[in-house]
């Protein structure tokens, strides 16, 4: 499995990005994805998964009613849409995945993990 994240960039505050995972190597549709981030000096914490085959979703805290996860199974593509931005979002975003059933914010559970994507939100 292979995972591509893009997307990331320098936007101010309460502005908007879309992030992509581009994802390879298998079939999906058993497949759980996720964004986690990792700001500097912090540990790695959850911001949103899907579970490829029904769309079930599960959302982090901070990121309920600002940040949208979706996917594209034409493109084996998954989104993270990220509206009203603050400077504490600023981090490093990774996606990843990992086969089972339900969208877990545990890390531990992913198995397949990309590379980051910056994302610097300005005041």
């Known amino acids: 499995v292979q995972l591509q994240a893009s997307g990331g960039g320098l936007v101010q505050a309460g502005g908007s990005l879309r992030l992509s995972c581009a994802a390879s190597?298998?079939?999906?549709?058993?497949?759980?994805m996720a964004w986690f981030r990792q700001a500097p000096g912090k540990e790695r914490e959850f911001v949103a998964a899907?579970?490829?085959?029904?769309?079930?979703?599960n959302y982090a805290e901070s990121a309920k009613g600002r940040f949208t996860i979706s996917r594209d199974s034409a493109k084996n593509t998954v989104y993270l849409q990220m509206n009203s931005l603050k400077p504490e979002d600023t981090a490093i975003y990774y996606c990843?995945?990992?086969?089972?059933?339900?969208?877990?914010?545990?890390?531990?559970?992913?198995?397949?993990w990309g590379q980051g994507t910056e994302v610097t939100v300005s005041t």
């Open positions: 899907i579970r490829w085959s029904a769309a079930m979703t």
């Open positions: 190597g298998r079939t999906f549709s058993s497949y759980v």
């Open positions: 990843a995945a990992f086969e089972g059933p339900n969208p877990s914010g545990r890390s531990s559970l992913y198995k397949y």
